[in-house]
């Protein structure tokens, strides 16, 4: 059983991710990421929510927070992260974007951990699959928040979604 974590955990979580993507984009590609929307969707917007990004990569957490924090890629935001990082330029979500997204997940999800160094985390191995934010629904227990970027002239999504370990 999970516990809703608190406004104020929710808020410094949601900090942390957003600074740990900046950081990662901005080291790794001299580029940057704009944030346009912070929310926390319901099932029934989730559903209807337009497929932008056509590959999700997501990393579990355990601890004192269990869960996971993912990043949905619109294909030409995973092509151009994947060129950005590789120097290699693909037209196909190949394993190659799959293995740069996936280290792109990684380096976020560590970045996170590491700004809340107050809480105990063990971090997965990341998982790709090929849905976007609209393939991304969770259980009623869990309130996830979503944060959305322009990258470039395209959109990538971050969501965190944890919940306190019970005491």
């Given at each position: 059983m999970s516990v809703a974590i608190d406004v104020q955990r929710s808020a410094a979580i949601s900090e942390a991710a957003d600074e740990s993507l900046r950081d990662v984009i901005e080291t790794m590609t001299g580029g940057t990421v704009r944030q346009v929307s912070s929310d926390v969707p319901h099932v029934e917007e989730a559903a209807t929510t337009v497929d932008r990004s056509p590959l999700t990569i997501t990393v579990s957490l355990s601890g004192e927070l269990n869960g996971c924090i993912g990043l949905c890629l619109s294909r030409s935001a995973a092509l151009q992260w994947t060129?950005?990082?590789?120097?290699?330029?693909?037209?196909?979500i190949d394993q190659l974007v799959i293995d740069a997204c996936g280290e792109l997940g990684n380096m976020v999800v560590g970045g996170v951990k590491r700004r809340l160094?107050?809480?105990e985390l063990k971090m997965g191995l990341p998982t790709a699959f090929r849905a976007g934010r609209d393939g991304v629904v969770f259980c009623s227990s869990m309130q996830p928040i979503f944060l959305a970027y322009e990258y470039g002239d395209t959109t990538l999504d971050v969501f965190v979604a944890l919940a306190a370990t019970p005491s």
């Open positions: 060129e950005a990082i590789s120097g290699e330029s693909t037209e196909e160094d107050d809480v």
